[in-house]
């Protein structure tokens, strides 16, 4: 790995450039500037194109520094093509933090930088900001009647333009959920709209504000003036509140005063879906240029939004895990919402943890991060006992709104509805008697995880994984949420020809079904991965909640976490008692923190929730524990139990993944690397072991495990393990990676 580079090294002219290219290369490469180009102006972490590969072609590569040629014998250096940027995109700070990232997570330097860029800078687009087309109406449209005849799509359409002279670009009308396109050109065709050219980071113009602040309560001063205590210095703080507590206006009031300070602020939220909702109150409150990055975005967008904050035009940045690395012309305070959630760990190629970076990042910039949840990680706790992060209790819910009530239902020897026993049915009908909206809670997708014979047992299976198929009745297909396999549903038994084929098992599009024949007058919406695929459909959703146009809301984990839906007074889980008895020792964790926040949902407002939790194990100690006492005593327990075990966060691991397409291979692989670990006595080697789904899209795997309860020993090893793996024979033919502090040993 390269050393971070010093300014010193440019001023040695007829040296070479040290490169790093986007490629799983685990060293950087020399070339010679471009023609009379001077190397004194270059600087570390400018993109320059390079000519990489056998033929003829070229690679956006990340400069370095300048340094001696390492190219052994008389071989002739190739010269850079051309260089991209007068100065680094990536200020100096932001790139130590990818240097350091590279060699924490023992990722190839270059792909661990081109992942800090947008997808049009890493192909080498220029910085410069492209003018953004925004639709707006004309004087005759801002005249026109918002009636008259007119079709609802053009009524719409007319209204959201109405809502910001500016006008609008096509990624924020996108969250209308349907194609305005169509209707956009009606509008133009009729003269009462057009497309006119924006200024740079067109998404950050704001409105004026319509929201005003609320009242704090005395928790919420205290998080407020603890943090704003520490602006201009590094301190982590750790925000736990219950459900409904006002965390968000916390990050609110922290926000107003960063950007009263003229500094930047960068939210991270977990997922997608978390976006729209936060967004909508940032905007409400604040004039302030504000960006949006995540997946969801065009690329176009997210350039822009990158830029925007890069060049501190954009004093606001809300997105997801990739938008931790985008740069900050003034940083001030970074906030991670649900700070728990294991979707803020990359968990394929460079896989970093966005909190963990988080923290990182702001120790480097000497500014605050607070990370908020109602259910903090057991990591983010003992680091609270060890001193490191600074604890901060919201208690209470806001307002007039209490803590839901939990009720265990018991459903052995109970006749099932499709998942739904008596007592939830009977619930449900009491409380759409009253008025108020019902959320049930299913954490699988599709109509049913498996398809079996009656007559002779035959399992649908898919044939590149092990893995069931799922059928996904509506489509009439069977699926693997796995590797993405599918085909039509079956009607007879390949096996032994009958037509006795039976659904076994949940899935929300069969709880969907149930519900519609128990309550048929009742509106039923399912939000689920499968119903949100359609660009805008989640918006459109959500905004069908808030309106009181849904009576059931059924869905999985995306409508556990950070929504707020003030109608619903009961929320339903029909089945938790799968991470009850997980083989991985995250998962009683993981089941405490799902309950906790889908439980959250209800009784958010006046009236009181009530929480159905069905299970088979009424009597599991965590359950008992959970519910009685909250779940800050559970975490307690779960943490002596982790000291005991020495388990993270009280010992910090290494997950050695390995796959390939003949059986033997990642065995005989891991099983070397083991071997060559022998020496080390402070690291553990768990395995290798079969992975839990062994077989998958067609490639076998295995896994082995590191463990120490030090930090440097266990990395030191890492790294002498991957400077060995390029001679071993097995490497050559298994497909391996390495995971630091795992979050899922799956």
Known sequence: MMPEPHDSLFTTVGLVLKIA???????????????????????????????????????????????????????????????????????????????????????????VIATAFPVLLRLGHPSAVEKERLLCLTETGRAASAQGGRAPRQIQLLQTLR?????????????????????????????????????????????????????????????????????????AFLLQGVTGSGKTEVYLRLVEKVLASGLQAMILVPEINLTPQ????????????????????????????????????????????????TPLARPGLIILDEEHDTSFKQQESFRFSARDVAMMRARRLGIPVLMGSATPSLESLANVLRGRHTLLALPERTGVAVPPTFRIVDIRKQWLNEGLSPVLVTQIGQTLAQGAQVLLFLNRRGFAPTLICHACGWVAECKRCDARLVIHSAE??????????????????????????????????????ALAKLFPKARTLRIDRDSTRRKGSLEGMLERIKAGEVDILLGTQMLAKGHHFPNVTLVGVLDMDGGLFSLDF????????????????????KRPGLVLLQTRQPDHPLLRKLIREGYGAFATAALQERREAELPPYSHQALWRADANEA??????????????????????????????????????????????????????????????PGLPEAKRVRWSVDIDPVDLY
């Open 21 to 111: 290219v986007p490629y799983p290369l685990r060293r950087s490469f020399d070339y010679l500037p471009p023609e009379g180009f001077d190397p004194a102006r270059l600087r570390p972490g400018i993109r320059v194109e390079v000519p990489f590969g056998k033929h003829s072609t070229s690679c956006i590569g990340y400069l370095l520094g300048i340094g001696e040629s390492e190219t052994e014998g008389n071989v002739e250096l190739k010269k850079a093509i051309s260089v991209l940027d007068d100065e680094p995109l990536i200020p100096a700070g932001d790139f130590a933090i990818l240097l350091w990232a590279s060699r924490y997570y023992h990722h190839p330097l270059g792909e």
């Open 163 to 235: 809502e910001r002279g500016s006008g609008f670009a096509a990624h924020e009308l996108n969250a209308l959920g349907w194609d305005w396109r169509p209707t956009a050109r009606i509008l133009i065709g009729k003269g009462i709209a057009c497309y006119q050219e924006g200024p740079p980071a067109a998404q950050a113009q704001q409105a004026q504000p319509t929201a005003h602040p609320h009242l704090l309560n005395t928790a919420q001063q205290n998080a407020v003036d603890a943090v704003l205590e520490k602006l201009g210095g590094y301190q």
């Open 278 to 325: 936060l967004e909508d109150r940032f905007r409400a409150r604040f004039a302030a240029p504000m960006a949006v990055f995540h997946s969801g975005l065009n690329e176009t967008a997210r350039c822009r939004a990158w830029l925007a904050m890069q060049r501190g035009e954009a004093s606001l940045l809300l997105g997801t895990r990739s938008a931790v690395f």
């Open 476 to 513: 009439r297909r069977l699926r693997c949420h796995h590797c993405g396999n599918e085909q039509p549903l079956l009607r007879d038994c390949p096996n032994c020809q009958t037509a006795d084929l039976r659904p076994l098992g949940l899935g929300t599009e069969r709880v969907e079904l």
């Open 586 to 605: 995250r998962a009683e964790e993981r089941t405490a923190q799902l309950i906790v926040q889908v439980a959250g949902r209800a009784g958010r407002e």
């Open 664 to 725: 033997e291979l990642p065995a005989l692989l891991l099983t070397r690397l083991v071997e060559l670990a022998a020496g080390q006595t402070e690291v553990l080697a768990l395995g290798p072991v079969p992975a839990p789904m062994p077989r998958q899209a067609g490639r076998f795997r295995q896994q082995l495990l590191l463990q120490c309860t030090e930090r440097k020993p266990l990395h030191e090893l890492v790294e002498q393990l991957i400077r060995q793996l």
